[in-house]
Nanobody, 118 residues
Framework: QVQLVESGGGLVQPGGSLRLSCAAS????????MGWHRQAPGKQRELVAS???????TYADSVRDRFTISIDNAKNTMYLQMNSLKPEDTAVYYC????????????WGQGTQDTVSS
């Protein structure tokens, strides 16, 4: 089993920045892929960014060039640096992980609310 705990969410003005953190514990050595999903009110949940154990990253078109996903293996922590935030980035952000490189994510954090508003 893997446990994921997010932190770093909050309220920020448009154009501002936030950094989300996700601390992983448990069977960490079994993880081969991690990601950040988000769900805005009335919208479907979407994958924002992902990173594999080989360091390969993917980004949704809506966040590419603004968000950066990274992992600090020494701290067992994944990050999502979010710059140039827009009101449409407002959502609950979830840290996710899985043992497989492809497919659905089986491990989810509790989520953290990010609100972009003036």
């Amino acid at each position: 089993q893997v446990q994921l705990v997010e932190s770093g969410g909050g309220l920020v003005q448009p154009g501002g920045s936030l950094r989300l953190s996700c601390a992983a514990s448990g069977s960490i050595s079994s993880i081969n892929r991690m990601g950040w999903h988000r769900q805005a009110p009335g919208k479907q949940r979407e994958l924002v960014a992902s990173i594999t154990s080989l360091g390969s990253t993917t980004y949704a078109d809506s966040v590419r060039d603004r968000f950066t996903i990274s992992i600090d293996n020494a701290k067992n922590t994944m990050y999502l640096q979010m710059n140039s935030l827009k009101p449409e980035d407002t959502a609950v952000y979830y840290c996710t992980a899985d043992n497989q490189i492809v497919g659905t994510y089986n491990y989810w954090g509790q989520g953290t609310q990010d609100t972009v508003s003036s």
